[in-house]
T-cell receptor, first 116, second 114 residues
Framework: DAGVIQSPRHEVTEMGQEVTLRCKPISGHNSLFWYRQTMMRGLELLIYFNNNVPIDDSGMPEDRFSAKMPNASFSTLKIQPSEPRDSAVYFC??????????????FGPGTRLTVL | QQQVKQSPQSLIVQKGGISIINCAYENTAFDYFPWYQQFPGKGPALLIAIRPDVSEKKEGRFTISFNKSAKQFSLHIMDSQPGDSATYFCAASKDQTGANNLFFGTGTRLTVIP
């Protein structure tokens, strides 16, 4: 398996522009997580889905952020409009809930977003 | 509010030494405690994990010590190597409630000096 795939790997945009980050989870995994990592705040959970349904979006910073999971193999995180303080590395992770006691999350390589 | 508190923020250890990273939590509903390792430019990856029904788990040079009464757990890296230089995150989740989101600590940047 190729693991969790994220695109783009790097994104540089100007303040006010719309940014869309994409994630393809590991095939067969039914949970998907979006995280943001910064030096100041560490690794923050933004939102997660189980079986394509958003379960907890309390970590989404504000209405400028939205996430969708239209099917089991694709999710997007959109920022509109983007601001310089959104600059961070955004990670997508997936896991298989399938009745297991342990829920290892497999992280993608991340998207480094820079908003000028 | 940080659900899992981690210390130290950074750690420098000589090759062959022992690296110790500590975490504490308040929520007694937590029942799964993993440690993730992150190398620069990469996503975090699971290193080792423990359930609260045991006090210690060892995998190679890596050991988790768990103190349920104190609500603390720690990662010990024996015979630390330069290749262990990375950022380490502790985490906790409430598996039994059905929620599978992880609450991460703020991370510890470990540098092992040759």
């Amino acid at each position: 398996d190729a693991g969790v795939i994220q695109s783009p790997r790097h994104e540089v945009t100007e303040m006010g522009q719309e940014v869309t980050l994409r994630c393809k989870p590991i095939s067969g995994h039914n949970s998907l997580f979006w995280y943001r990592q910064t030096m100041m705040r560490g690794l923050e959970l933004l939102i997660y889905f189980n079986n394509n349904v958003p379960i907890d979006d309390s970590g989404m910073p504000e209405d400028r952020f939205s996430a969708k999971m239209p099917n089991a193999s694709f999710s997007t995180l959109k920022i509109q409009p983007s601001e310089p303080r959104d600059s961070a590395v955004y990670f997508c992770a997936s896991s298989d809930r399938g009745g297991r006691l342990y829920n290892e999350q497999f992280f993608g390589p991340g998207t480094r977003l820079t908003v000028l | 509010q940080q659900q899992v508190k981690q210390s130290p923020q950074s750690l420098i250890v000589q090759k062959g030494g022992i690296s110790i990273i500590n975490c504490a939590y308040e929520n007694t509903a937590f029942d799964y405690f993993p440690w993730y390792q992150q190398f620069p430019g990469k996503g975090p990856a699971l290193l080792i994990a423990i359930r609260p029904d045991v006090s210690e788990k060892k995998e190679g040079r890596f050991t988790i010590s768990f103190n349920k009464s104190a609500k603390q757990f720690s990662l010990h890296i024996m015979d630390s190597q330069p290749g262990d230089s990375a950022t380490y995150f502790c985490a906790a989740s409430k598996d039994q409630t059905g929620a599978n989101n992880l609450f991460f600590g703020t991370g510890t940047r470990l540098t092992v000096i040759p």
